[in-house]
């Protein structure tokens, strides 16, 4: 009898237990490994969780699963429950007609329009970061992105009404729930023992916490009459279609912890990537400071910052050798199948985002930092995904593409950065981070 599903090549035996506990440390390092042994596309069943596991880094089949026949998927139990015990109930981890509502109700906050009237609020917090800075000075950018990226998410999302404690204390919260996240869902037995010495309990009580600090910021906005015109109050002021009354606390809390954690640990890790790869290429960086130079006053307007241009480039194609969101995750609801490939509801699929940006089928010499390539007249129809695809399309691209422009071309309108690691140590969590940028400044 011929078997029901033609699932891909499937990794099994000794390398099948090699990826499962390597898998934990080093996610990329494995799933690069199997794909160079099985192909594009291959299987894992998991005995031990009874869940099956497709892995791809095909453009097709990632277009097919996030755009043609994104509604028989969700996102994964490893989202929409794992994490959402951590995270509440907003955009990242919601589902169905829950998320679409939401969706719905938050998208307007992120139009080009709004996201074009914050350029002074992030201008602001850039200048001040960068005022501290003197000649010669040793630094560790990621440290410093982290921390700038926070501010401006804190600034834009809530006006002044976290001070810096709390915007340091969430901080360390979201990145710990991260480390407990990683661990639980890459080894599941070993979720048992974490929950046996009671670490699953005290990360709770710390995502609890980080939406107190929320809470504080929500209940003393309500107790102002003072408009601030931020999101905030625009998440606060709207009103769900159907029955026309606001979010509810609750939701309200989940939507701006998940928005603070998009909004700052994508970019921070994004900024790192691409001033490394500037520091790396010094003919991409000249160019780089005469674009600045070129476009004179305009430089730091809106316009300029989200038009086409080197800038833009230079981003672009550090997040495809380094992309912040390095896989992401769906799980059938009905059977499904893909030319030649079938499998039944509630299969895992992970889109391997980082091996797909440098698939040999998909880019030429796909390992160098070569912005050019994006001038090429085809390149929305590039395998580039570092938001996402399809109707879950990142909602802050415009957010995070304007503000990265803006910190590139204020810190190379004035400095250069001179760094001491040829290398960068990757740390795959929810988002792709390296552990350290450390190096120098050097002003012009």
């Not at 606390?249 to 701006?256: G, I, N, T, W």
């Not at 988002?431 to 190096?439: D, F, I």
Request: a neutral charge; glycine letters at 4%.
């Amino acid at each position: 009898m011929a078997p029901e599903f033609n699932y891909p090549t499937e990794i099994k035996g000794t390398r099948k237990l090699y990826s499962l506990f390597k898998g934990l440390k080093n996610p990329l390092e494995v799933i690069t490994g199997n794909h160079k042994i099985a192909g594009d596309t291959y299987c894992i069943k998991s005995s031990l969780t009874h869940k099956n596991f497709i892995f791809s880094q095909d453009k097709e089949f990632t277009e097919y699963i996030l755009k043609q026949n994104h509604k028989n998927y969700y996102k994964s139990e490893i989202q929409s429950i794992t994490l959402g015990k951590y995270l509440g109930n907003g955009l990242l981890t919601n589902n169905g007609k829950d998320w679409l509502k939401q969706r719905r109700l938050i998208q307007p906050g992120f139009s080009k329009a709004k996201i074009s009237n914050l350029v002074f609020i992030m201008e602001e917090e850039i200048d001040k970061a960068f005022q501290s800075f003197k000649p010669e000075q040793e630094l560790d950018l990621y440290d410093f992105f982290h921390k700038l990226a926070f501010n401006i998410v804190a600034k834009t999302l809530f006006s002044s009404d976290i001070d810096e404690n709390r915007i340091k204390e969430l901080g360390k919260i979201i990145t710990e729930v991260q480390e407990v996240f990683a661990k639980e869902v890459r080894l599941p037995f070993y979720s048992q023992i974490l929950k046996f010495l009671g670490v699953l309990d005290r990360t709770l009580k710390k995502s609890e916490r980080g939406k107190a600090i929320i809470q504080e910021v929500l209940d003393k906005r309500r107790n102002t009459t003072e408009e601030k015109n931020d999101l905030l109050d625009m998440l606060i002021q709207t009103r769900y279609e159907d029955t026309q009354l606001p979010m509810s606390d609750e939701q309200l809390v989940d939507e701006m912890l998940i928005l603070f954690i998009a909004g700052h640990e994508t970019t921070a890790n994004a900024l790192t990537f691409i001033f490394f790869e500037i520091s790396q290429n010094p003919d991409a960086e000249k160019k780089l400071k005469k674009e600045i130079a070129d476009e004179e006053e305009m430089v730091f307007t809106s316009d300029s910052l989200m038009k086409k241009s080197f800038t833009s480039n230079i981003i672009k194609e550090a997040m495809r050798l380094h992309s912040p969101a390095w896989a992401i995750d769906r799980q059938a609801l009905e059977n499904d199948s893909f030319k030649e490939y079938s499998w039944p509801k509630d299969t895992l699929i992970i889109l391997y985002i980082s091996g797909l940006h440098r698939n040999p089928k998909y880019w030429k010499d796909p390992n160098s930092f070569i912005p050019e390539r994006f001038d090429d007249e085809n390149a929305k129809n590039f395998a580039y995904y570092p938001f996402g695809s399809g109707p879950r399309l990142c909602i802050g691209e415009h957010f995070a593409m304007m503000e990265m422009a803006l910190i590139v071309r204020k810190f190379y309108k004035n400095f250069s950065f001179i760094s001491y690691q040829k290398e960068l140590d990757k740390k795959a969590l929810v988002t792709l981070r390296t552990t350290s940028l450390r190096g120098k400044l050097s002003a012009i």
